[in-house]
């Protein structure tokens, strides 16, 4: 299978990014073909230029700033997000990868006689989320519900790829995780790479 991991960490020595690299590496030993994406390597400007927002309603919207970006997603069969959570959202970096790079034409199309969208990945078939957050789990799920999750799936994945499967992984308390519990959470992460 074709898969793409993207890195949202500014940090190249980041538990993200270790994350990250344990993936990439666990799916290609399993014989997968993999893109490594790392959004703050790579440069990417995650603010929607006023050209791009003034044609997103309009046939033919210009996505030529981000076409790499473009070309790896669609020929993605599955992702692999790795990010923490900031303030319990995803990092700026990614929400301006969705507005830039999850775009008319791209990942969805606008029905406009019916107000809704019409999803176009058909061909992602995983969506894998491996994150962490410093607030222990308790926090995170019963009291804020985990937003960026909801948002994730319920918003985005089932508006441009509601039949790919949705898969989360999350390290909770992370500001004082021992090595012990980020190398089980490693362990956590090549099971999970493993059934992809």
């Known amino acids: 299978m074709k898969v793409q991991t993207i890195l949202a960490h500014p940090l190249p020595d980041s538990f993200a990014a270790a994350v990250q690299r344990r993936a990439a590496e666990r799916l290609r030993d399993a014989g997968h ?26 046939p033919g919207y210009d996505a030529s700033a981000v076409r790499p970006l473009v070309e790896r997603l669609t020929e993605s069969e599955a992702l692999v997000f790795c990010f923490p959570h900031w303030w319990f959202d995803t990092p700026a970096i990614l929400k301006g990868y969705f507005d830039r790079v999850w775009v008319p034409g791209v990942t969805f199309r606008h029905d406009l006689a019916g107000g809704r969208i019409v999803p176009l990945l058909d061909r992602l078939r995983s969506v894998t989320v491996l994150t962490s957050f410093g607030s222990p789990w308790w926090v995170v799920e019963l009291y804020m519900r985990n937003p960026a999750r909801r948002i994730l799936k319920n918003g985005v994945l089932t508006a441009c790829a509601p039949k790919a499967r949705f898969r989360y992984l999350a390290l909770h308390d992370m500001d004082r995780a021992t090595a012990a519990d980020r190398a089980r959470h490693l362990a956590r992460v090549d099971r999970m790479m493993d059934r992809l």
């Open 33 to 58: 073909e993999v893109i490594e994406t790392d959004l703050y390597a790579e440069g990417f400007q995650p603010a929607l230029t006023p050209a791009e927002r003034a044609s997103y309603f309009e």
